[in-house]
Nanobody, 120 residues
């Protein structure tokens, strides 16, 4: 059973920083792309950033220059460093990973989400 567990959310003032972590565990042969999405009520889930196993990164335009995604393959963990936070960054942040758990099974997994709230 593969699990993704996020941590690091919370309440921060405008201009502050937070670091999110997401650790994968369970029966894992290989983790391909890992990423962070965010969702607010009434809006579609949007990609914030993702990173390949070779550390190529991709960011949403709204977070470029403020957020940094990284991963530690040995720890099966992806991080999201969020700086210069704005109220519009308030959302539930969800971790996503494309994981091969056996020679027969490769699929997307999601974490349970962590709340980030930025006060003005």
């Amino acid at each position: 059973q593969v699990r993704l567990v996020e941590s690091g959310g919370g309440l921060v003032q405008t201009g502050g920083s937070l670091r999110l972590s997401c650790a994968a565990s369970g029966s894992i042969l290989r983790i391909n792309v890992m990423g962070w999405y965010r969702q607010t009520p009434g809006k579609q889930r949007e990609l914030v950033a993702n990173i390949t196993s070779g550390s190529s990164t991709n960011y949403a335009d709204s977070v470029k220059g403020r957020f940094t995604i990284s991963r530690d393959n040995a720890k099966k963990t992806v991080y999201l460093q969020m700086n210069s936070l704005k109220p519009e960054d308030t959302a539930v942040y969800l971790c996503n990973a494309d994981i091969r758990s056996s020679i027969y099974v490769q699929r997307d997994y999601w974490g349970q989400g962590t709340q980030v709230t930025v006060s003005s």
